[in-house]
């Protein structure tokens, strides 16, 4: 099967980090010798301000005090990993990436440089959903200040970034609907992309 580029957006709650793993062994499934490509801009941030850099002193200051970091740390954390760790032979997943308006054209510009043709898989939930789903996580962040302020900030963040994004011709979007069963969102997944 042809190398496929498959980016996941959704709310926080709303099972993207799931639907990429199902994905992977599906695809791994139809080809056991697939080699795939991760892109998780949540794990390089969280590296980024746990290091001992002034800069990643200064990122979890901003976090720490519910600013969202400049554009360019996103686009840095996302692109050095594509640089280090793309090869021209993997399957590639990107979890969390854009997560602002201003990250979309250096995103298309890599779609061109590689002459990608990304899915675009947009998994869509309720804010009550994406809140109960955080709510029952139990995670220490997760409280219903935070939980709020991560909904809030996927609708004047992220959504525009997705309008932005559907606007390249490289891009074939799908809108899933996410709230539903797990293997239901996976089965409607594997239908948009011609994987049955």
């Known amino acids: 099967m042809n190398k496929g580029v498959y980016i996941f957006i959704g709310q926080s709650g709303s099972g993207k ?22 892109l998780e801009t949540g794990n390089v941030f969280r590296e980024l301000i ?25 686009v840095h954390a996302w692109s050095h990993s594509i640089i280090e760790g793309y090869n021209g032979d993997q399957h590639v997943f990107i979890d969390g990436t854009p997560r ?3 990250e979309v054209p250096e995103l298309c510009s890599v779609f061109e440089f590689f002459d990608w043709y ?3 898989i947009d998994i869509v939930v309720s804010d009550e959903w994406s809140y109960d789903r955080l709510k029952g996580r ?36 799908h809108s899933i609907a996410g ?11 594997c239908h948009e992309l011609g994987l049955e």
């Not at 980090?17 to 991760?38: H, M, R």
């Not at 002193?57 to 901003?62: A, F, L, Q, S, Y």
Request: aromatic fraction near 8%; charge should be neutral.
């Open 17 to 38: 980090g799931t639907q990429v793993k199902l994905l992977k062994d599906k695809i791994i499934s139809l080809n056991k010798n697939a080699k795939i490509f991760d």
């Open 50 to 74: 746990k290091g001992p850099t002034y800069t990643g002193k200064k990122t979890r200051e901003m976090i720490e005090a519910g600013k969202l970091p400049p554009s360019f740390l996103g």
């Open 100 to 102: 602002v308006a201003e």
């Open 118 to 120: 990304p899915h675009v």
């Open 138 to 173: 139990g995670r220490a962040d997760d409280n219903e200040t935070d939980i709020w302020g991560r909904i809030q900030w996927f609708h004047t963040s992220v959504v525009p970034a997705i309008e932005l994004l559907k606007q390249s011709d490289r891009v074939t979007f």
């Open 179 to 189: 709230e539903q069963t797990i293997e239901c969102v996976h089965n409607d997944i």
